[in-house]
């Protein structure tokens, strides 16, 4: 049964900007009421000081009420300002009636700015996680985990941070400053000229401060992940830290990586206590420019307690948005690193096959035809292997580490690709890489030396390649691999849960359920990477004598080390230095003097 992968995809073009816009492509609606809203409470906000300006000067005392027409006749439809004198609930009923309002868009910005965010960072997770899955091998190959986990989660939640909070915080601080600086001249000109004379010098400083800070930022995206990667690899590989006595020695690992953590953070808090510092500096100067000047006008008369308190209150807004712009900066520099890394991810090129690519039904003959390959430039791991192996054979490969028998499997399942010059690989007659991935890998079975199990039940991990298998038939496929009598002695039989990469079982039993899972695959080429070297010489032969009779229409390749394993097959390959030493049935290579001959008289001796 083949399985239709779901993938998630941004129509993103452009930079680290056009990405979080792509993600966020459908909710043009909620931002466009997020802009509302965020534009009602900035306008309910700034009536308040204006009733309180013209309660004091024209309410509480006898200035003429100089206001827009729209209130004059508003003043004039209640009944004048002597029934506002009398009754002063009504001044604070508006007040009151501004504020709820101001509240209640607040609370639809915030609900707006919420699901924008969230599903932002929905999409990017889901589009990053989807693109990683289709990214090369030799890509995984060069990738720390750490790294890749922290890019899928940290930076993208940066990024859903920064949209749902500090983009339209930003937005808000512009419609701030700019509402303010329009009321405080239209109040009076001179004081507002008074209150803007240092806010150069602020916004000057922010910038600088973002300049610098950018770079500590980048350093600490970086230093975090190699944190991250160290503590990966110990959760890992916990069982080998604790076999060596190792876990000082790692303790000291993760403190090294978390110190340069740490010193990078003391000198951001550094920097930005410089900043918040001068900052606060700046703005009580200005303030104090302010009150000393309205103070001065007020005395002599030029400027009413009303209109002094409202330009107090309007130039505290206008500066807290300058006070903002150094957060917002910082925050903008580490969204831009965050959505940089995860850029560089999606612009990796995914593994992809022509659109003529063949899905023909593989029925397991396989060729390899002077095949040369190297991982880099410069590099040769195989040299003019050529051999073939007929539909329903089995085919053994024996050969020293680094001789290249995992090379032949990696290339066999496209995991690497053969260019012009090195050779070519066939199946039933077709050249390899004329035959989509998606049909190979379903046609090719893959039981590893340190198998991979999932942290599900063993049910779950047998039916990775095919959900709609019966409990009898894995059983079946259990009974093959000797382990279905292990798995029913369990508490809870197939529905036992093993742990992380099946932590719970030991190494034979891990090895068997993986030969169980691969089996249920029903794949027509099986391959066994020294698949048996967790399990003694007894089980091993059981093991093989039941599958050379459930998969006796299939090619099987074995990787081994055990001449006992390999010498039913009916060819057997011998490599040595990514060459074919010698090729043949097990007969005809001990009547030659040859490694495998050496090999064979070595272990019977042993045994």
Not at 469 to 483: I, N, P, T
């Amino acid at each position: 049964m083949e399985t239709k992968q779901t993938q998630i995809s941004l129509p993103w073009k452009g930079g680290r900007l056009g990405l979080i816009a792509a993600a966020g492509g459908d909710r043009r609606l909620s931002f466009a009421l997020c802009c509302a809203t965020t534009l009602g409470m900035i306008g309910f906000s700034f009536l308040n000081p204006q009733i309180i300006r013209h309660t004091i000067d024209s309410v509480l005392g006898s200035a003429p009420l100089a206001a827009p027409g729209f209130v004059l006749a508003l003043v004039e439809r209640i009944g004048g300002i002597d029934v506002l004198r009398a009754n002063f609930w009504i001044p604070a009923l508006f007040v009151l009636v501004a504020a709820l309002a101001s509240g209640l868009c607040s609370m639809i910005r915030r609900y707006s700015s919420a699901e924008i965010g969230e599903t932002i960072a929905w999409r990017l997770q889901n589009t990053l996680y989807s693109h990683v899955q289709t990214l090369p091998y030799e890509w995984h190959v060069k990738s720390q985990t750490g790294d890749i986990i922290q890019r899928c989660t940290s930076d993208i939640d940066r990024v859903r941070r920064f949209v749902q909070d500090q983009l339209l915080e930003f937005m808000r601080s512009v419609c701030v400053f700019g509402f303010a600086v329009a009321m405080m001249f239209y109040m009076d000109p001179f004081m507002s000229l008074m209150a803007l004379c240092l806010i150069p010098f602020l916004f000057i400083f922010s910038v600088v401060y973002f300049k610098r800070i950018n770079k500590e930022f980048a350093n600490a995206e970086v230093a975090e992940s190699e944190m991250h990667t160290v503590a990966q690899e110990n959760y890992t590989g916990v069982q080998v830290v604790r076999a060596f006595g190792r876990e000082s020695h790692e303790v000291e690992r993760f403190s090294k990586s978390t110190r340069g953590l740490r010193e990078i953070w003391v000198r951001l808090g550094k920097m930005l206590g410089t900043f918040w510092g001068t900052g606060d500096f700046i703005t009580l100067v200005q303030l104090t420019i302010v009150v000393g000047a309205g103070i001065l006008r007020s005395v002599y008369g030029e400027l009413t307690p009303g209109t002094f308190l409202a330009f107090y209150t309007y130039c505290n807004w206008m500066i807290w948005p300058v006070r903002q712009l150094g957060r917002i900066l910082s925050d903008f520099s580490q969204v831009l690193i965050a959505a940089g890394r995860i850029k560089d991810i999606l612009a990796e090129e995914q593994e992809s096959d022509a659109p003529e690519a063949l899905e023909p039904e593989i029925k397991g003959e396989i060729c390899f035809d002077n095949v040369s390959f190297g991982y880099r430039e410069g590099e040769t791991v195989l040299r003019d292997v050529s051999f073939s192996l007929k539909s329903g054979q089995t085919m053994a490969i024996l050969g020293a580490t680094g001789s290249g028998k995992s090379t032949l499997v990696h290339l066999l399942l496209r995991l690497y690709d053969l260019k012009e010059g090195q050779g070519s690989i066939t199946i039933d007659g077709i050249d390899l890489r004329e035959i989509s991935r998606p049909r190979i890998r379903r046609s090719v079975g893959l039981c590893l030396q340190e198998p991979f199990l999932f942290s599900k039940t063993i049910r779950e991990n047998l039916c990775m390649a095919n959900a709609d298998l019966s409990l009898e038939q894995l059983k079946g496929f259990a009974e093959v691999a000797k382990v279905n009598e292990t798995v029913e002695g369990l508490v809870e039989g197939y529905d036992t849960i093993i742990g992380e990469r099946g932590v719970t079982l030991s190494g034979g039993q891990r090895q068997r359920v993986a030969i169980a899972r691969m089996l249920a695959c029903m794949s027509p080429i099986m391959i066994f990477d020294d698949s048996l070297s967790a399990v003694d010489n007894e089980t091993d032969a059981s093991i093989r004598a039941e599958l050379a009779l459930h998969a006796k229409n299939a090619t099987v390749i074995i990787i081994s080390h055990r001449i006992s394993s390999l010498m039913q097959a009916d060819k057997i390959l011998v490599l040595k230095d990514g060459t074919v030493e010698d090729f043949g049935s097990h007969e005809e290579l001990i009547g030659k003097e040859g490694s495998y001959k050496r090999i064979f008289e070595l272990q019977r001796g042993a045994d």
